[in-house]
């Protein structure tokens, strides 16, 4: 079992900044992929960025590449993910994940990540 918190959301303006992080815990992790994904009322989950334990390969959905920022801290267990220039279309509830399948082609289908967090909700307004 992999335990999954996540923390650091919150309201913010557009434009502003935030870092959510998420603590990990129950398992060795160098076989596993990270992701954050978000999930606004009314929408499907969408997929915001992964990185790979390991060797740290980071992947980015469109929507947020070149604002947000994920790391992982190997000492720490974490991982986080920056968020910059804000817009209100990013306001979701914002989602760890953990998967051991995860594969490169497989890196934004929420279906192959293994363990959730419990959520933590971002509001951004205009």
């Known amino acids: 079992q992999v335990q999954l918190v996540e923390s650091g959301g919150g309201l913010a303006q557009a434009g502003d900044s935030l870092r959510l992080s998420c603590e990990v815990s129950?398992?060795?992790?160098?076989?596993?992929?990270l992701g954050w994904f978000r999930q606004a009322p009314g929408q499907e989950r969408e997929f915001v960025a992964s990185i790979t334990w390991n060797i740290g390969i980071k992947y980015y959905g469109d929507s947020v590449k070149d604002r947000f920022t994920i790391s992982r801290d190997n000492a720490k267990d974490t991982v986080s993910l920056e968020m910059n220039m804000l817009k209100p279309e990013d306001t979701a509830v914002y989602y760890c994940?953990?998967?051991?399948?995860?594969?490169?082609?497989?890196?934004?289908?929420?279906?192959?990540?293994?363990?959730w967090g419990q959520g933590t909700q971002v509001t951004v307004s205009a």
């Open positions: 129950g398992r060795t992790l160098n076989a596993y992929v």
């Open positions: 994940a953990a998967g051991a399948q995860v594969t490169g082609a497989t890196m934004t289908w929420s279906e192959k990540y293994d363990y």
